[in-house]
């Protein structure tokens, strides 16, 4: 009996997962009123804004995937390509990165925008998921990956302009202001490198791993590392202005307006700092974790608090005039991806790949079908 | 409040925090820490383990009683039932007495368990699951989030086949000694299948899960072969010696085996070497002389089945 509890023991790791549950949670890229946005199941999608009909969507990979192994306990996803990143776009061309560790490509036909776009592919020796976004400038597109490595690439052609390595996993996006990059690691730095060459300027040292994205600001830095604190550096030095202590990780990126820094901790609530001196003027507390990095809209802050033990989001709005917190919308679905704004409204992939746009003012919302068609 | 949210908030999330913090001390490792923190719990567990196995044994001393009364009333299930409690209460021993420390265990297994599965983050959900969990009143687990993964050139976030393999072979070992020596041909038929069955399936599975995990069965699992050893010895893990003397012992299990008849030319048992003191000699040790019974069954250890029409005697062989 012993052996028979134990084995049901073993079972429920099956079910409750065992690490392997890596299913994504894609940003959304808005280019000439056209919507991109990874899926759960590992398409790329792209959606009129105008009317919110499907233009097209693309798998990543076009072989089956491996199931779970024995009583499928086995590391395994969906079907497919998990997709953490936000999609980048820059002229045609539409990149996304997978967590199978490999960078795609697509030529969009911006004259035939409901054509299914061209794979523009080249194998890359990237040897580590990619969670963290992609971000395009001038020219050429930058990542990190769980390999630890910051890549630069030809935009054209997905050619390796240059990479850097830091000493652990990157699962942060970049971040580039004037010539300098901005990346944080599991290494517990935060690294300001060349764009041109990669070589580094300076690197700034946390106690715990930096996974949020930067915010540079009049030549500030602002981050959130998993060491609790937030820091705010001198860009041109990496020297210290200050640092907030939290009660919990920073995951989400921070978001400045009129000298306040807004940083969303997973201890769910949301710190208003002065951009200069870092001392705390309030916080909201939201009561569950901000993972979702917030967006402003106008005056408001709009920000996604997700509950941790059952399938339940409260989108916030915060007015900066005025201080007052406001319900947006409950969702009965858990949001990790980050809010997207544009043109007055907020666009949020949720775990269950449901895609909304609200409108901030009146809290009108529409939904957008990206569901898997049968062929 | 739900009551999985009850478990988490008294048991699950305090493990969690103790496991991170534990490896601060064992150089941030968090393979060491696994064992080390197996090995304590089981250590503390051991009164109840212990009770639980020397219930368990003291079952397995009546079952041959047991089996005598089943066939005794066999048409008479009421009689059987009340014979059977009858031994059960002169004899000291209950069903209750095997599984209920048994079940007092389970939580503190499977807290661990889940708690090592939750600190061996290995996606991003992983990790956003972990936070909440992390106690802000020490501050140090949120830096120490994520643990070392490396151990022993393992990776303990990924599966590894030796590691699976080890997971199987100490469960075979453990099942071996646990189980009990049966002449029933069916009862031996299923003992034999789960000994095999069990490993093997959780070899599988071990091929599947981290090897953190895989660790901490390893590391139970021998915990309790030590534990089994020290209150019933090796069990069925180790056969009983064969001898090629002719000792006065082996005229004591002439007289205790049935008379051969001319019915029985067809399926000739032989004993050889074994005798009846050497034949289960932990029992015997203990005191247990019930034990002895089982050795008059002719299928016992050390026995050899001769082929029917091989020689036509139906005389025992003196060596």
Same mark, same amino acid.
């Given at each position: ?14 079910? +409750? ?14 280019? %000439? %009123? ?60 539409? #990149?996304? *990165?997978?967590?199978?560790? /490999? ?38 597109? #930058?990542?990190?990956?769980? %390999?630890? /490595? ?22 942060? +996006? ?7 990059? #901005? ?7 935060? @690294? ?8 580094? /300027? ?21 981050? *959130? ?45 949301? @710190? ?47 007015? +900066? ?22 043109? *007055?409204?907020? @666009?949020?992939? +949720?775990?269950?790949?449901?895609? #909304? ?16 068609? %049968?062929? | ?43 503390? =567990? ?147 299948? =789960?000994?095999?069955?069990?490993? =093997? =399936? ?118």
């Amino acid at each position: 009996m012993v052996v028979i509890l134990l084995g049901l023991l073993a079972l429920s790791a099956c079910q +409750t997962g065992t690490g392997a549950l890596a299913r994504g949670w894609s940003g959304v890229a808005i280019a %000439d %009123d056209i919507l991109f946005v990874g899926s759960m199941d590992g398409r790329l999608v792209a959606v009129n804004l105008d009317d919110g009909s499907r233009l097209w969507d693309i798998p990543l990979e076009t072989e089956p995937k491996s199931t779970g192994g024995f009583l499928n306990c086995a590391p395994s996803g969906p079907t497919s390509v998990a997709i953490y990143g936000t999609p980048a776009v820059a002229d045609d061309l539409v #990149y996304v *990165g997978g967590y199978n560790s /490999k960078i795609y490509a697509f030529k969009v036909d911006e004259a035939s925008p409901r054509a299914e776009p061209r794979r523009v592919s080249r194998e890359l020796n990237i040897r580590g998921p990619i969670v963290g976004g992609i971000i395009a400038s001038e020219g050429k597109v #930058y990542l990190g990956a769980a %390999d630890g /490595k910051v890549y630069a690439l030809d935009a054209a052609d997905g050619f390796k302009e240059w990479d850097f390595e830091t000493g652990d996993k990157i699962w942060a +996006t970049p971040v580039i202001d004037g010539n300098t990059l #901005y990346i944080g690691s599991f290494d517990e730095n935060l @690294y300001a490198l060349d764009i041109s060459d990669g070589t580094r /300027k300076w690197q700034f040292g946390t106690e715990g791993p930096v996974v949020s994205t930067p915010l540079v600001h009049d030549g500030t830095v602002y981050f *959130g590392a998993f060491d609790r604190h937030f820091y705010a550096l001198n860009a041109s030095d990496g020297s210290l202005k200050w640092e907030f202590e939290a009660e919990n990780w920073f995951w989400a990126r921070p978001v400045i307006r009129d000298g306040v820094i807004y940083a969303s901790s997973l201890d769910g609530k949301v @710190y208003v700092l002065n951009a200069e001196t870092g001392e705390k003027q309030l916080d909201f507390d939201l009561g569950s974790p901000v993972s979702s990095s917030p967006v402003m809209v106008g005056n408001k802050l709009v920000v996604v608090a997700t509950a941790v033990s059952k399938d339940s989001s409260v989108v916030y709005t915060l007015d +900066t005039t005025n201080n007052r917190r406001d319900e947006l919308l409950i969702l009965e679905e858990k949001v990790y991806a980050p809010i997207t704004a544009g043109d *007055g409204k907020v @666009y949020i992939h +949720t775990e269950a790949d449901a895609l #909304y746009e609200i409108d901030v003012e009146s809290g009108a919302r529409r939904e957008f079908d990206i569901e898997q068609k %049968d062929s | 409040m739900a009551i999985g949210d009850i478990w988490d908030l008294i048991i699950l999330n305090p493990m969690i925090n103790v496991l991170i913090t534990t490896s601060e001390y064992l150089f941030d490792n968090f393979g060491l820490t696994i064992i080390v923190l197996t090995v304590v719990i089981n250590l503390l =567990m051991y009164p109840l383990t212990q009770k639980q196995l020397k219930a368990s044994k003291a079952m397995q001393s009546v079952q041959s009683q047991v089996a005598e009364i089943k066939k005794k009333y066999a048409k008479d299930k009421q009689k059987a039932a009340e014979e059977q409690m009858r031994l059960f209460k002169e004899s000291g021993v209950s069903y209750a007495g095997c599984i209920l420390p048994m079940l007092a265990q389970m939580p503190v297994w499977i807290v661990l368990y889940q708690s090592i599965i939750r600190v061996l983050a290995v996606s991003p959900e992983d990790f956003l699951n972990l936070a909440p969990r992390l106690y802000s009143a020490w501050p140090n687990v949120f830096s120490l989030v994520p643990l070392e993964q490396s151990f022993l050139g393992l990776d303990l976030a990924a599966p590894n086949p030796i590691l699976a393999l080890l997971v199987g072979a100490s469960m075979w070992v453990q099942q071996k000694m646990m189980t009990p020596a049966t002449a029933d041909p069916q009862q031996r038929a299923q003992s034999q299948m =789960m000994q095999w069955m069990m490993p =093997m =399936m959780f070899a599988f599975l071990g091929l599947s899960f981290p090897s953190g995990l895989a660790l901490y069965w390893v590391t139970s699992t021998t915990i309790r072969i030590v534990m089994q050893y020290m209150a019933t010895g090796w069990g069925s893990l180790v056969a009983a010696p064969t001898s090629g003397k002719d000792t006065g012992n082996r005229g004591r299990a002439a007289r205790q085996k049935k008379p051969l008849s001319d019915a029985d030319t067809s399926a000739d048992i032989i004993v050889e070497a074994s005798t009846a003191q050497e034949e289960g000699s932990d029992y015997g040790q203990l005191g247990d002389k019930r034990q002895d019974s089982g050795r008059s069954n002719p299928a016992g250890p050390g026995s050899t089945r001769r082929q029917p029409g091989g020689g036509g005697s139906n005389r025992r062989k003196r060596k």
